[in-house]
């Protein structure tokens, strides 16, 4: 019997994906079953108590984010009429755009805990509702700030491939 492996021989769109257009994924295998399903301030709630997520916002607050390690994201929803290209450039291109007009969201599959402490790191109204101390950390520099915004991403169109 053969098996369709994800990501066996193809390369896939990577993309510069600002972090506001992301969505943490309430299908995480990793999350607690009481976090399943439940809000986005949930998640992050759960990531934050349960994975650690300080310590690596110390690292990305000094060091930026590391374009080695993208996250892996499918859409949210694709706009109506939107049709994937296979060309893989033209792939690209065409979710990039979609990105630039803020048209489309995604959901991280892989990378959550990155993406949540990218969004504690970014975002202070959300650092205000989760009750962060002034000792959580903060990017080092503008430049840093910067960096943080857009992150890495490697999109495949849906769960199975």
């Not at 993309?15 to 999350?31: A, G």
């Not at 959901?107 to 805990?113: A, D, Y």
């Amino acid at each position: 019997m053969s098996r369709n492996i994800a990501g066996l021989g193809r390369k896939r769109p990577q993309l510069n994906m600002p972090i506001e257009l992301l969505e943490l994924d309430v299908l995480n295998p990793r999350l607690a079953k009481e976090s399943k399903g439940n809000s986005q301030l949930d998640l992050l709630i759960s990531l934050y108590n349960d994975f650690d997520v300080e310590e690596l916002a110390y690292s990305m607050a000094e060091n930026g984010y590391f374009d080695e390690e993208p996250i892996v994201v499918i859409p949210d929803k694709l706009p109506s009429g939107f049709k994937l290209s296979s060309d893989i450039e033209q792939q690209q291109k065409d979710l990039q755009g979609l990105i630039a007009k803020g048209k489309i969201k995604f959901i991280v599959v892989e990378g959550n805990r990155r993406t949540a402490t990218l969004k504690l790191l970014t975002d202070d109204s959300l650092r205000k509702k989760l009750q962060l101390s002034d000792d959580f950390p903060k990017p080092a520099s503008p430049k840093v700030a910067d960096d943080l915004k857009i992150v890495p991403a490697i999109f495949y169109p849906n769960r199975d491939n």
